[in-house]
């Protein structure tokens, strides 16, 4: 098996230098990428939500993918591809992607050794990560080995985050990781087809499928909706029929943000601000039963809670 930037054609050469541009850095068919919150947070500033909702530390947050390929092409998505990135000739096996992909974390934080405005202590927890965000552009569920990435992360000491699009439930089957996401993009097939743009028919009714997949999960669940006005921001009572397929542990109510290549295919009118959020999250506490328990305006974002586990898995 190659190792990672072997001479296997893992990604396409001008896929490799948009993506390089951007700031992301690839190994193999994967790829991480620091986020604007552990560039705040390293510079003793704040953190992202999900600090603020479970306790994660920004900078010892590994943002990160084991494929750049997607199997939908969504209006909302702000990362720099357009086009499908193809999946690689070969997939490399767990412990050397993940070791390919926490050396690309290391070099970025090299970077920050010498700037006047790095906090030393976070730089020096920094370099022992703590999470591993699974969320950075692709589709998880593409990579075969996923289960054993996850469990891999954690027999490393860290925590893990996997968001997928749900629509591939029988891979969710198989899958441990510290809290699973589903980002739920449409209340109906029709706007689904419309806003994800799929690669495949069929792929609505998978993600019915995972929802059913989350009710009997064996981590914490959670499904995200990213509302973008006067497309997918209505209908709450048809969004709390879906969660009451999943039963999730928590629900993410979250403004689609006018940033990156999403600025191509939606105006900036299309994203909310943080009172239309939490009117919306509020009709949906009210039909699905669950509390609107915390929001960070800044991300424009609210959290549900269902009260069956407590939501902090950090005391931070
Ligand atoms: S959870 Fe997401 S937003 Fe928060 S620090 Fe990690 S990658 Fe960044």
């Not at 928590?250 to 999403?262: I, N």
Request: with cysteine; hydrophobic share 35%; glycine share 6%.
């Amino acid at each position: 098996m190659d190792q990672c930037g072997g001479s296997v054609d893992y990604v396409q050469e001008s896929a490799r230098k948009t993506l390089t541009k951007q700031g992301y850095h690839l190994a193999a068919h994967g790829a991480v990428k620091p986020c604007l919150w552990l560039n705040r947070s390293l510079r003793g500033g704040d953190q992202c939500y999900k600090h603020h909702f479970y306790g994660i530390s920004s900078h010892r947050c590994v943002q990160m993918t084991p494929t750049l390929s997607c199997n939908h092409l969504c209006l909302h998505c702000w990362r720099p591809i357009d086009e499908p990135i193809a999946p690689p000739e070969e997939w490399i096996e767990p412990k050397e992607l993940l070791d390919g992909l926490l050396r690309e974390q290391q070099r970025i934080l090299s970077g920050y050794g010498g700037a006047a405005t790095t906090d030393r202590s976070r730089l020096e927890e920094a370099r022992h990560p703590a999470h591993v965000a699974i969320s950075l552009m692709g589709e998880p569920t593409l990579y075969p080995y996923l289960d054993e990435l996850i469990r891999e992360i954690g027999r490393r000491g860290m925590t893990s985050f996997l968001v997928t699009n749900g629509t591939r439930p029988d891979v969710l089957e198989n899958l441990s990781p510290t809290q699973l996401y589903l980002s739920l993009n449409a209340p109906t097939e029709e706007l689904y087809q419309r806003i994800s743009n799929p690669s495949s028919p069929g792929l609505w009714k998978k993600i019915l499928e995972s929802l059913s997949v989350f009710k009997d999960a064996p981590c914490r669940t959670v499904v995200r909706m990213t509302l973008a006005r006067r497309l997918n921001m209505a209908n709450p009572e048809i969004y709390a029929n879906l969660l009451e397929r999943a039963e999730p542990d928590f629900v993410e109510a979250k403004a689609y943000m006018h940033l990156g290549r999403s600025r191509a295919r939606l105006s900036r009118e299309a994203m909310p601000e943080h009172s239309e959020v939490l009117t919306f999250a509020g009709e949906l506490s009210a039909t699905l039963g669950y509390k609107l328990e915390d929001d960070v305006p800044l991300s424009r974002v609210a959290l549900l809670t269902s009260g069956k586990v407590s939501r902090k898995i950090f005391d931070a």
